[in-house]
């Protein structure tokens, strides 16, 4: 699709036009001229001995569409299920929508960031390449992954910004278009990106953000529309021990259309434009999430409603002590640029 007219998609078709029967391929446009599945598997806190074969059967029960990250420390196990499927047939490579990240210390080693993911991913290619988190860590610190100061505070990289590793995944696509079909950011407010859009000649193909009826995220949400910028949902069951799938509410609006609590949690993303990431390792889930379905404007008032009741709330915090800009996040330092 021609990019101007994803963008225009994006920004203006009412979400009923678009989705009168979504389904978990349902395929939403990026402004890159790609499109996205509606539904991803999370691979996140996805253990390894678990993971391998929550991948395999999600694929084997139709998702198209799965969310890594190098940080994970299980893309391996991934890669091992993907090539497997792809051997047996049960799908072929350019099937598939595989989305990795760049962690806060490859923000300076962009390249070998992405090498590191598609030799454990065992793929030649990602669909999509997201800068993980807008906070730049040591790469020489105490822990390849999560570097301390000697006072136990994250050991971040002054050197660089938010807007230098951008510039660094726009030479990326540039120069390996072959590696990485599209850029993004994750966790980004609308603090962040409108520090990033003036500095990009990029604009970012996707914001993967915590998302959810007790987070709606309206601000960061209409600035993206606003901006072409797809938005991902992560985080939608509430993550672990979620209290979400007891919300009255969301039950109220499950009992209606005879569907689960997780059924409404995913479909209210369909119904915003956004694709959904849902993880489970449990077969039973997998296959259960897989049922989206039509909410409409009556649900999605009531659904909004439920932070007026019970104030919003954020289940995942960065790992550093950052204050990413968003609203709800008032501590920290401020490493917007
Ligand atoms: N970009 C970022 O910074 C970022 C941050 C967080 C997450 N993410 C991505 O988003 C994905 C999803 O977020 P998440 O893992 O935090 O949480 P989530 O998908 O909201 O919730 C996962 C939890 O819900 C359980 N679950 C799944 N389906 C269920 C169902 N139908 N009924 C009851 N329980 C169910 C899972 O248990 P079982 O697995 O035991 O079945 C797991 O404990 C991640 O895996 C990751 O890929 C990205």
């Avoid at 993004?184 to 859009?197: H, P």
């Avoid at 604009?203 to 987070?215: K, M, S």
């Amino acid at each position: 699709m021609n990019p101007s007219l994803s963008k225009f998609m994006l920004a203006r078709t009412p979400k009923h036009i678009l989705h009168p029967k979504p389904t978990m391929n349902t395929a939403i446009p990026l402004n890159t001229g790609a499109t996205i599945p509606a539904l991803g598997l999370g691979t996140w806190q996805s253990a390894p001995g678990e993971v391998k074969a929550a991948v395999t059967h999600a694929i084997e029960a139709g998702y198209r569409h799965i969310d890594c990250a190098y940080c994970y420390q299980n893309e391996d196990e991934v890669g091992e299920a993907l090539q497997d499927v792809i051997k047996r047939g049960i799908v072929k490579r350019e099937e598939l929508f595989i989305t990795s990240k760049l962690w806060c210390t490859f923000h300076t080693r962009t390249e070998e960031g992405l090498q590191k993911s598609l030799d454990l991913l065992k793929t030649d290619y990602v669909d999509l390449y997201l800068m993980h988190w807008p906070v730049p860590m040591n790469p020489n610190g105490n822990h390849p992954l999560f570097p301390k100061l000697e006072d136990g505070s994250r050991d971040i990289d002054h050197s660089i910004t938010h807007i230098d590793t951008w510039k660094n995944l726009e030479n990326l696509i540039k120069s390996h278009p072959e590696k990485v079909k599209a850029i993004g950011v994750a966790n980004y407010s609308v603090k962040y990106l409108e520090k990033l859009l003036p500095q990009a000649s990029i604009v970012p193909a996707a914001n993967q953000i915590e998302n959810h009826p007790l987070l709606p995220q309206q601000e960061v949400y209409d600035y993206c529309k606003q901006k072409g910028i797809h938005i991902t949902a992560y985080s939608p069951l509430g993550s672990t021990g979620s209290p979400l799938f007891k919300d009255e509410t969301v039950l109220e609006v499950a009992k209606k259309h005879s569907v689960s609590a997780g059924c409404v949690l995913l479909s209210y993303h369909l119904a915003r434009n956004s694709s959904v990431l849902a993880k489970s390792v449990t077969p039973s889930r997998i296959d259960e999430n897989r049922k989206l379905i039509a909410l409409d404007d009556s649900d999605l008032e009531k659904l909004a409603s439920i932070p007026k009741k019970d104030g919003i709330k954020r289940f995942v915090y960065p790992p550093f002590g950052v204050n990413c800009g968003f609203p709800d996040k008032t501590d920290g330092i401020d490493l917007s640029g």
